[in-house]
């Protein structure tokens, strides 16, 4: 039975870290094909990108500050998963 707990908590673990991780990557990764299809990403604000004669501008704006806190996510997320670690460590060596 104590396997399985902890088998539920490594998925928990992964997901808290990940998780977050995961949606700011997708986020990037649209951004750069957008920006290779010719959309303009800036921190002056919006410009017009039109995609299927929709101008999407406005809408993938605040997709630029995803490209440009990714680095922080990414230190985020070994750090959280270090404190995890960390934790469950000194919860072991208190049993």
């Given at each position: 039975?104590?396997?399985n ?5 490594t ?31 800036h921190?002056?604000g ?14 993938i ?14 230190v985020?997320?070994a ?8 934790a ?8």
């Amino acid at each position: 039975m104590r396997e399985n707990k902890t088998s539920g908590m490594t998925h928990v673990r992964r997901a808290f870290v990940f998780g977050p991780a995961a949606v700011w990557l997708a986020g990037f990764a649209l951004s750069c094909i957008l920006v290779l299809a010719g959309c303009g990403l800036h921190a002056a604000g919006p410009q017009e990108c039109i995609v299927f004669g929709r101008d999407i501008g406005e809408d993938i704006y605040p997709l630029w500050a995803v490209g440009f806190f990714l680095p922080a996510v990414l230190v985020w997320a070994a750090i959280g998963s270090l404190a995890w670690e960390l934790a469950n460590f000194l919860l072991r060596q208190l049993r």
